[in-house]
DNA sequence: GCAGGATTAGACCACTGGTCTAACTACCGG
DNA sequence: CCGGTAGTTAGACCAGTGGTCTAATCCTGC
């Protein structure tokens, strides 16, 4: 969305631009971000910023993208899991990886979970779903891979389990936060495993094989 | 935490205030509403309205808290229940008195699904903590019940649990919001059963009787 | 009828994101 | 080496924001 002259920028002023948008991003959310500090603190003129960039929410989505690609890099890889096993060794994988990356650069934690406002604010509706749909995508093919080698449950709509994973995956990730700042990150390792555990559980159908239904008792 | 002095007003001119603001910040969210537009919708000057509220956060605060006991008056009845069956009954009951009550009445929707951004936005986070610590403690206690009656799991943290509900919870009732704009109330009421069905396997133990643990298969 | 507190009106403030024009810079043909 | 042109930058300016403050008005009790 950046205007192509940004790219063609010295890539050190970019990332120092970038830098200095993600710090403000990080700390006060987009709506608490101000440009006009942004663009004081970079060292440009506002001509300049407007030259480079549609606007705040433009800025803000290029500063996301950059944030995620490095997180997909990290973690995003994904080979189609040969059985059960495989899948769940790959899905541990990934989940730790974010975990860890979510945990270990705290700005970047915050650009992504200040996300969640992006899903609300009708202003940014438009970043939300460019950056929600490839990530539904990607975990829709998980799961499906999942199911096809039986580790992951069928008596549930896909779309509806993915949903409620992501769900809990993302508001158990502040309680590990929680978890993190009060304990370090060794003691809160085993809080993760639980966590995951958790999401293992929801994913997989149960031992009765029954489908689950309200039950009366 | 409105002045005492807003409550000595006229209660139809406390409610036609409170009724443009609860229209403005559900259209445009806390950060989009315009303070002013609301000010001058309402009629009343910018010296009244800070004479009343002290300032836009508290107003939004006592927006929430007229929402928010509306839900509880109508969802919010809890007894110690006998066994398994009656508490599923309850919980089941409250569920869907919630569901029903966030889709017939979309503004009061908007508003308690725009909660999620105060969870987000540093400026809001005291009034985030003031309306999500009663509802945490409310849904713990009846998590507690429902242990005390061998219906809800104890193989996995009570405070992890209330955690992963209330997030699948959320997430979901978007997924459920979709369906339900799409498939009117009739058909969407089957999915809603698919969702406290999850709920409810999320929430009890696994027959097997086996702590959850990441399995190696 | 008047004093004094409660209430209202609205000018004013620093700041917001965004627009626009004028100036400057860099390159390229003659 | 100059002149013109496209690319780039600077910053004044705009309407609107939430919030403060003072002066005027209202209302009540004496």
Redesign the interface.
């Known amino acids: 969305m950046a205007h192509p002259r940004f790219s063609r920028l010295a890539p050190e002023r970019q990332q120092a631009i970038l830098d200095v948008a993600a710090e403000e991003f990080a ?3 987009f ?2 971000a101000s440009y006009n500090r942004i663009i004081e603190r970079a060292g440009i003129s506002k001509g300049s910023a407007y030259y480079y960039f549609e606007g705040k929410d433009d800025l803000y989505a290029t500063v996301l993208e950059t944030t995620l690609t490095g997180l997909v890099d990290r973690v995003g890889t994904w080979t189609r899991p040969g059985d ?2 495989d899948f ?1 060794r790959q899905l ?1 994988h990934a989940y730790f990886g974010m975990l860890d990356f979510v945990m270990s650069d705290e700005r970047s934690a915050r650009l992504i ?2 996300m ?2 992006a ?5 940014l509706q438009e970043v939300w779903l460019r950056f929600e749909a490839p990530l539904s995508t990607w975990l829709g093919r998980v799961l499906a891979d999942g199911r096809r080698v039986g580790a992951v449950r069928r008596d ?2 896909e ?3 993915l ?2 994973l ?7 990730d ?2 590990l936060l929680e978890r993190w700042e009060r304990q370090g990150a060794n003691a809160s390792r085993r ?1 993760a ?6 999401i ?3 994913a997989t159908e ?3 094989g029954k ?7």
Chains 1, 2 share one sequence.
């Open positions: 700390e006060h959310g709506d608490g059960a096993a769940w541990r979970r200040g969640a406002q899903r609300a604010n009708p202003k549930v709509p779309d509806l389990l949903v409620a992501t769900g809990m995956a993302q508001a158990t502040f309680w809080s495993e639980q966590v995951f555990a958790l293992q559980d929801l149960r031992p009765t489908a689950p239904r309200a039950k009366k008792s």
